[in-house]
């Protein structure tokens, strides 16, 4: 079946350093998504990327979906401790219609 | 308020019994998930449902079974054939599919079953 990997499975920063995770297929994708897990909490969506190329970005958090569509990154900006979470991407599975969850990448921050 | 309710948070059992795990939402959406979580781990899914009364196996479906006899409710029964069913498990419901894909799904608080 479909798989998707995302790297790297943690990552540690200093308050105020960049982070980015990355999404990556073996196949063409339709669409991606991506959400967020706070420690303790529940995943909670945070964009949709559908176009080749899509760049989107929600203040310090930028969302790219790559050229051939196989790919994708959320990178943020300048961290802060309310971005400690886990951060998941998910894809269409196409005709089973349910989402393929990435093993997600844990992000902590230290003040 | 709309949303996804779980219930209960937190849940203890003894091995050897089956156990049912509620999901309620009141968003109006026609698809249903379930969701198991370990420690450390991603989210596999258990089972989903698109509409009312019909429902399908999701990667990880041994050992657990559903309902889908109302749009709001999807409840999950963890049953004594589960190996290991001691995790996290999480609710979650969307619109449906897109012409490109997926709606957002939108996920209840969770339970945290624990069986020993």
């Known amino acids: 079946g479909q798989q998707v990997m995302q790297i790297p499975q943690y990552q540690h920063v200093q308050e105020g350093e960049d982070f980015t995770t990355y999404c990556n297929s073996s196949t063409t994708l339709s669409n991606i998504q991506w959400y967020k897990q706070r420690p303790g909490g529940h995943p909670v969506f945070l964009i949709q990327l559908v176009k080749s190329g899509e760049v989107k970005k929600q203040k310090r958090l930028t969302f790219q979906f790559g050229e051939a569509k196989k790919n994708s990154s959320l990178h943020i900006t300048a961290t802060q401790t309310t971005d400690v979470g886990t951060y998941f991407c998910a894809v269409y599975g196409g005709a089973t219609n349910k989402l393929i969850f990435g093993t997600g990448t844990l992000l902590a921050v230290q003040p | 308020d709309g949303g996804i309710t779980q219930s209960p948070k937190y849940l203890f059992r003894k091995e050897g019994q089956n156990v049912t795990l509620s999901c309620e939402q009141n968003?109006?959406?026609?698809?249903m998930y379930w969701y198991r979580q370990d420690p450390g781990q991603g989210l596999r899914l258990i089972y989903y449902?698109?509409?009312?009364?019909?429902?399908q196996k999701g990667d990880i479906a041994e050992g657990y079974s559903v309902s889908r006899e109302k749009k709001e409710s999807f409840p999950l029964t963890v049953t004594s054939a589960q190996k290991n069913p001691t995790a996290f498990y999480l609710c979650?419901?969307?619109?449906?599919?897109?012409?490109?894909?997926?709606?957002?799904?939108?996920f209840g608080p969770g339970t945290r079953l624990t069986v020993t």
């Open positions: 449902s698109q509409i009312v009364n019909d429902f």
């Open positions: 968003l109006n959406h026609d698809a």
């Open positions: 979650a419901s969307n619109k449906g599919t897109t012409f490109s894909g997926s709606y957002e799904q939108y």
